[in-house]
Structures are given as structure tokens and as C-alpha cells.
């Protein structure tokens, strides 16, 4: 969580998001996707700071809008993933046909 404290810490001083793109694509990356739900308090638009950029709050808003919804798409995947071990959702198993309605040979 240091990478989104980080980001935080950048969005209370007021910075503008894009200042630290590689540190939002590092989270986008490597954050656990059971996060989403705990980061979308940041999406809120907070307070904009005294000394900060112009409309900097409304910009971190959407970053981190788009922060969850990334982590959210990456749970979805492996989600799909974990359904069928060993091979992607969707694709039949070795010895499946058409012919036979899924059933293997073996099973026929």
C-alpha cells in the first residue's frame, strides 16, 4: 500500500496526477485486485488545497476512478482464469468434438 500512500500524499499537496504516471502505472500493475473495494474512498473529490494546482482534485478523482476500475478488470480476469485450470475459458478440452457433444471417445 506504500505506492497508493504515495499517491495520496501527492493528491493532498495539491500535484497534478500525471506527474506521477509511472507510479499510477506501477499500481495498475501490481496492486493484489482485492484492493479495488479499500481505494475507492479516493476516487471521492476531495478538497482542493490552498497552494495546489487548479483543478488537480477533479483530475486525481478519475486517476483513481480508473485505478479501481483497472484492479476490478484484473479480478474479473483471473477469475475467469481460475474457472478452468489449465486452459483458457472457453476452449475445449483435448479429445472434445463437436460430433460427440463434448463427450470424449473414451466416454462415447
Same mark, same amino acid.
Not at 488537480?56 to 484492479?71: C, D, K, N
Not at 474479473?76 to 479429445?95: F, I
Given at each position: ?23 499510477? $502505472? ?28 487548479? $483543478?488537480?482534485? $477533479? ?31 472457453? +476452449? ?7 460430433? +460427440? $457433444? ?7
Amino acid at each position: 500500500m506504500a505506492v497508493v500512500d504515495t499517491l495520496d500524499i501527492a493528491r493532498d499537496a495539491g500535484s497534478y496526477p500525471w506527474s506521477f504516471s509511472g507510479v499510477m $502505472g506501477l499500481a495498475e500493475r501490481c496492486l493484489d485486485p482485492a484492493l479495488a473495494d479499500r481505494l475507492e474512498v479516493l476516487t471521492a473529490i476531495a478538497e482542493e488545497p490552498r497552494d495546489g494546482a487548479p $483543478g488537480a482534485v $477533479g483530475y486525481w478523482s478519475e486517476a483513481f476512478q480508473r485505478l479501481v476500475g483497472t484492479l476490478r478488470l484484473h479480478a474479473t480476469m483471473q477469475a475467469e482464469l481460475a474457472a478452468t485450470p489449465g486452459r483458457p475459458a472457453g +476452449t475445449p478440452a483435448p479429445g472434445d468434438t463437436e460430433e +460427440t $457433444g463434448g463427450a470424449k471417445a473414451s466416454e462415447r
